[in-house]
């Protein structure tokens, strides 16, 4: 990514850095944002008064996250599917895996969003849900999961072949809702974006 940004943008200087430290100054930024990253976070509330504190007063801070509702809602069909096909093959979360401190932890919803960025300090503190369709290729959608990548890739991890198998066939029976006549999936999905200005 870092690679990508400096072709796209020759004259920007880009860096590397690990949230909620980052190698800038005090006041250095007109506006941070942080997109897909603060869920991410080991310290979400660490990364947002991060991403304040190189902003100077004035200045906006923008995040995304994928929205996680409390039952009986459902996930968009792009986050919901993958849960879907984890619960018709019986996968389970790895013990392994670490789970977000509880005290560090927040409500994966608009109002909990937003609360992350009062918490940080913001004024003037908003939350929208942005909707679209999502388009991919059905192949790469799988390769993601089956090479490692997000919940599913890290239950798939270490599978038999033929459990593999089986979590391929239940992906196609799944997604198959989602074709369209080219082939493509086209999986409706959604946002959630939080702003918000630096006192």
């Not at 976070?41 to 994928?66: K, Q, S």
């Not at 908003?126 to 390769?143: L, N, Q, R």
Request: charged content about 20%; some cysteine; hydrophobic content about 45%.
């Amino acid at each position: 990514m870092v690679e990508a940004a400096r072709r796209q943008v020759p004259a920007a200087t880009v860096l590397q850095a690990i949230l909620p430290d980052l190698p800038f100054p005090d006041d250095a930024f007109d506006a941070a944002v942080g997109n897909f990253v603060i869920n991410h976070l080991g310290d979400p509330r660490a990364g947002v008064a991060e991403l304040a504190r190189v902003a100077r007063p004035g200045g906006r801070i923008a995040v995304t996250i994928w929205p996680d509702p409390e039952p009986p809602q459902r996930r968009p069909p792009l986050q919901q599917l993958w849960i879907d096909i984890a619960g018709a093959v019986g996968l389970q979360r790895p013990a392994t895996l670490p789970w977000l401190d509880a005290g560090k932890n927040f409500a994966r919803t608009a109002d909990g969003l937003a609360g992350l960025l009062r918490d940080a300090g913001l004024t003037d503190v908003h939350c929208a849900t942005i909707s679209w369709v999502h388009h991919a290729d059905p192949e790469d959608w799988w390769s993601g999961s089956a090479n490692g990548f997000g919940s599913l890739g890290l239950m798939m991890t270490g599978q038999p072949p033929q459990r593999i198998t089986r979590i391929r066939q239940e992906y196609d029976r799944l997604a198959a809702t989602y074709r369209m006549d080219d082939g493509m999936l086209a999986l409706p999905t959604a946002a959630l974006l939080a702003t918000g200005t630096v006192r």
